[in-house]
């Protein structure tokens, strides 16, 4: 069966849909005016731990990281 | 949830137009146009029990598609956040979709469209909203419902045009100055998204 006709560039060079509308996303939330930026950008933020394994037992946590992207 | 001669449309994946408002799992029809066969097969087998219900009977039947075209179009603009427009009746909506602005008016054929960074334009008699759009799909349904689902939806006016100048030529001076694909991507969505926003504010 023939390839499927001209894939975007963004999966050409290997992105997936998410990151690219994920991407897409946050450019414009940086683009926006001042309250409804910081608005924006304080929705999207994650924050969560994360702590590394060793021999069966978790390591201390990391500290809470938050980011977002 | 009469059945119609639309019924026999009704196909097993059309899962795109199944509705939110979903009836009681007992109140659905036990049987549907293409189960008959199995039904009838079933009761010349097994007489005793009751046929089993299948998947089909369990899925909501597409909506009727109204035999005059309805004079407004009913618009579902919905972020992951917030539902920007919830079951408006419009005149006509302008979507961003990939292969360029399109126009969906009541009794449009049902269509998927993907979408690229753009503006959005719902018009109510006189008046137009714009909104610019990241990006995300269109689904315009046979009974004129248009489902427009978009990662961020921004009025123009809450858009800043120098962060948009300075966003355009730094991405401008990382697209030539990028060297592996993921880069070049990266530098490209940035151009498309800021040319998108410019676009948006002087058009």
């Known amino acids: 069966m023939a390839s499927n006709a001209a894939v975007p560039f963004w999966r050409a060079a290997g992105m997936t849909y998410i990151t690219y509308s994920n991407l897409c996303a946050n450019l414009v939330r940086q683009c926006l005016k001042e309250p409804h930026r910081s608005e924006a950008l304080n929705r999207e933020k994650v924050h969560f731990s994360i702590s590394k394994w060793a021999e069966g037992k978790p390591k201390k946590p990391s500290r809470f990281l938050c980011s977002f992207l | ?203």
Do not use: C
């Not at chain 2, 019924?7 to 009681?24: I, T």
């Not at chain 2, 940035?190 to 002087?202: E, F, K, P, Q």
């Open chain 2, 1 to 203: 949830m009469l059945r119609q001669a639309p019924q026999f449309l009704l196909s097993r994946a059309s899962a795109a137009a199944m509705r939110w408002s979903r009836p009681f799992s007992t109140d659905l029809p036990a049987e549907t146009a293409g189960d008959s066969k199995f039904i009838d097969e079933w009761k010349k087998s097994i007489p005793n029990m009751d046929p089993p219900k299948t998947p089909s009977a369990y899925m909501a039947p597409r909506p009727p598609t109204p035999s005059t075209i309805p004079s407004k179009l009913t618009v579902n603009l919905v972020l992951p956040y917030n539902s920007v427009l919830s079951a408006k009746e419009v005149d006509m909506v302008i979507v961003p979709a990939t292969t360029g602005q399109m126009g969906v008016l009541p009794g449009h054929v049902a269509t998927i469209a993907e979408l690229k960074p753009g503006l959005l334009s719902v018009h109510e008699g006189n008046d137009t909203t714009k909104y610019f759009l990241s990006g995300g799909f269109a689904f315009v349904h046979a009974n004129s419902v248009a489902d427009i689902i978009a990662i961020e939806a921004t009025p123009v006016d809450q858009i800043d045009p120098n962060l948009v100048q300075k966003g355009l030529a730094e991405f401008q001076q990382k697209l030539s100055s990028a060297s592996t694909d993921i880069e070049k991507a990266e530098a490209q969505i940035g151009v498309d998204v800021h040319s998108a926003l410019n676009a948006a504010l002087t058009g």
